[in-house]
């Protein structure tokens, strides 16, 4: 077997092995190397620069059930070990510095890591264990070794050979360092605020924020003059943000990626935190007992959780509300004369009228959004005309 001599060194053994570095390559000061090696060579290879972990026991936090990409390995390894090596795609490592030993049939890799095919390595390194680290017959695995010391082509290299499968626009955003600013904005409210940034990231243990959710809610509050600048046809219209929340996403990353949107990224930085205090607390809203609304879950008379479908179009209607205040950070101002209970009032005739008692119908009806968006719009006109 192969194993790191340092911390940033791995030694990194070959059966064949050709440089078929391109032209532009070169040029770059890059190389790229292919081939095969035995299946033991890849074991102790990190994959700290993937965007996607060994699904099935990530982070060792949680066991996940084996995929058909799993089983399919799994099947190969056991019933034609010597065909893996055609079978299986391979694996794509990056690594910052190469030395190659013709002679030995070695690369000595530094600070390498696996960007493609960790699903493999981690079903390769269950084969080895489950025969004890000797399975007799060792598989040949096809590889490929690119070589450069740029941090953002590696990342990019990472999430363009993933795409194939299915990576999560989640993963991707937090390779690209995208929801870092976003990470610190929430810490303004919660210090030790951690927010999800891979798909292997989970939530249900409180560990990490849900991303996503955060920037859903970002999106419901988002005044109608910002949306428009994001070429928003009906801004108006705030279904997506409870339907869509991969668009949601990717509409972020825009912001982020684009110089001339700004002023909309630094809104969303400042409004974060409050808005998804704001949806925490109309997910236990007390204002919700007596409604009799189905769909809302209940614990010894208290309101555990609202459903999204009902509280998208509140939140969305309190973008009536959202303004920049002293030294043009963003803030929610609620006058003083609107009461939540009202926006509860019409939030449950639209769940019977109009969404049929359903709580996702409501999350995606207009309808029930521009209902409660013309109370707190009333509210809001009133208020500005109040003399400071």
Request: net charge negative.
């Amino acid at each position: 077997m192969s194993y790191s001599t340092t911390v940033d060194e791995y030694l990194f053994r070959y059966s064949t092995c050709r440089n078929i570095s391109a032209p532009e390559d070169e040029k770059q000061e890059r190389r790229v190397y292919s081939g095969h090696a035995p299946a033991s060579s890849v074991l102790a290879l990190e994959d700290d620069e993937n965007v996607r972990e060994y699904l099935v026991d990530a982070k060792g936090k949680q066991k996940r059930s084996p995929t058909l990409v799993h089983q399919a390995i799994r099947k190969t390894l056991a019933d034609q070990t010597d065909q893996f090596s055609i079978l299986n795609g391979g694996m794509v490592i990056v690594a910052r510095a190469a030395v190659v030993d013709d002679k030995e049939r070695t690369m000595r890799l530094t600070r390498p890591s696996i960007i493609n095919g960790s699903q493999t390595q981690g079903e390769l390194r269950r084969y080895f264990e489950r025969h004890d680290g000797d399975p007799g017959f060792v598989p040949s695995i096809r590889f490929e070794v690119i070589v450069t010391d740029d941090d953002n082509l590696i990342a990019e290299i990472s999430i363009a050979r993933n795409f194939q499968n299915d990576v999560k626009a989640i993963s991707i955003a937090g390779r690209r360092g995208q929801l870092d600013e976003l990470e610190a904005a929430m810490r303004r409210s919660i210090p030790a605020a951690r927010l999800r940034k891979t798909e292997t990231d989970l939530t249900a243990d409180g560990e990490f924020l849900d991303t996503e959710k955060i920037i859903q809610v970002i999106f419901a509050l988002m005044p109608e003059h910002l949306l428009r600048k994001l070429d928003f046809a009906e801004p108006a219209n705030k279904v997506f943000t409870y339907s869509q929340k991969t668009r949601c996403l990717k509409l972020y990353q825009r912001i982020v990626e684009e110089d001339d949107l700004s002023d909309i990224y630094e809104y969303c930085l400042d409004i974060a935190p409050v808005a998804f205090s704001l949806y925490q607390r109309w997910k236990t809203h007390a204002g919700f007992r007596g409604t009799r609304i189905r769909s809302i879950e209940r614990e010894d008379g208290k309101i555990v959780d609202v459903p999204d479908g009902v509280i998208f179009p509140i939140l969305a209607a309190h973008s009536a509300f959202v303004r920049q205040g002293e030294g043009d950070t963003w803030v929610i101002q609620v006058p003083v004369a609107f009461s939540d209970s009202e926006l509860i009032e019409a939030a449950k005739q639209a769940y019977i009228e109009i969404a049929d008692h359903n709580p996702w119908n409501m999350g995606k009806s207009r309808a029930c959004y521009s209902t409660l968006v013309r109370i707190t719009g009333i509210y809001a006109k009133l208020s500005e005309a109040l003399p400071s």
